[in-house]
């Protein structure tokens, strides 16, 4: 069975030439933004190192017993360590518990392999302990660390990691897959541009309606700059619409912004159905205020998976939009 999506090919053939050399690491940490798709390589590579009859590529066959058990779940070569509960922390008894797993050697084969997600979502008590077991970790076990953010993790967790990193991949290759995926009309190149090229995110805004939405949205973004509109009644109204989706839509919108201001006659803008009304807000700030704007929109992004009230974010950064605005009027 391949799931190997198109832009992981060259990871994936570069890790499993190390892998037949015999020098495929204890750990890795798979790094880059949402929506590439590293949960899955990680799942695919877990699978393939405990398939039975995985072929020449290494991929797995999807049939044999250790494929099954893979699927249902039920491997007791492979554990997965993830929060207990959506917005928490993965907990230090979790990382102890893994190493107590990690000390028994393999049921099936030659191999152990869990896999981390997200890895920053570990306190610093968690990293410490998962630490003593990056030192020292036993000849069968393969370790994975997943996460968007590897800043968040302690250099010396970062350090004992060989480093996989997953960038957006051209958009002529992503769009012909993204195409491939959705039914009726297609605009690929305008789901790659608000999902800042990464496939699956794109695909996601592509099926959850976003492309409606859009309209709503941005006349709400253009009554809150014009004061219509009170930012905390603005935020509530685009909660509806989703927290993440808003702040996704207003980053690309104001990135688009910055081009505009820069040069009025650009063409290569991503939201070119709203290039007018974009252009119209972007005459209205200076650059300074533009990227400032950028910036709050981006650490709230940043912030927007976490466990904090979805609302209050959304309203610092319309009422930071709408007094940005009114400083120009």
């Not at 391949?2 to 015999?22: K, S, T, V, Y």
């Not at 893979?70 to 360590?81: C, E, I, K, L, N």
Request: charged fraction near 20%.
């Amino acid at each position: 069975m391949n799931n190997l999506l198109p832009w992981h090919e060259d990871i994936w053939q570069r890790l499993m030439a190390r892998r037949r050399a015999g020098s495929l690491p204890h750990a890795l940490l798979l790094t880059g933004p949402d929506g590439m798709g590293k949960n899955q390589f990680a799942d695919l590579l877990a699978q393939s190192l405990l398939c039975e009859h995985r072929n020449d590529e290494y991929l797995p066959c999807g049939v044999c017993r250790g494929c099954q058990l893979f699927a249902a779940g039920t491997h007791p070569d492979q554990r997965r360590v993830a929060p207990l509960e959506e917005g928490k922390v993965i907990g230090v008894d979790q990382i102890r518990e893994l190493a107590h797993y990690l000390a028994h050697t393999p049921q099936y084969g030659n191999h152990k392999v869990v896999i981390v997600t997200p890895a920053d979502r570990m306190n610093i008590n968690s990293a410490n302990s998962l630490l003593k077991t990056l030192e020292e970790p036993p000849s069968y076990a393969l370790l994975v660390l997943v996460t968007a953010h590897p800043r968040r993790l302690p250099v010396t967790v970062i350090s004992r990691c060989q480093r996989l990193s997953f960038t957006p991949p051209p958009t002529e290759r992503a769009g012909a897959w993204l195409a491939a995926q959705i039914a009726g009309p297609t605009t690929p190149e305008l789901w790659l541009g608000l999902a800042d090229g990464a496939p699956l995110r794109a695909l996601a805004l592509a099926d959850s309606g976003t492309l409606k939405n859009r309209e709503s949205l941005l006349g709400l973004v253009e009554q809150v700059a014009r004061g219509e509109v009170e930012p905390l009644a603005g935020a509530a109204n685009s909660l509806k619409l989703g927290a993440k989706e808003t702040l996704y839509c207003m980053y690309s919108w104001i990135g688009d912004m910055i081009r505009l201001a820069s040069c009025a006659d650009l063409l290569n803008v991503v939201n070119q159905d709203m290039r007018t009304r974009l252009l119209g807000l972007a005459q209205e700030l200076t650059l300074k205020d533009l990227h400032m704007q950028l910036d709050q929109v981006g650490r709230a992004l940043q912030l927007i998976d976490r466990p904090l009230n979805q609302q209050l974010l959304l309203e610092n950064v319309l009422i930071t939009w709408q007094s940005a605005f009114k400083r120009r009027s």
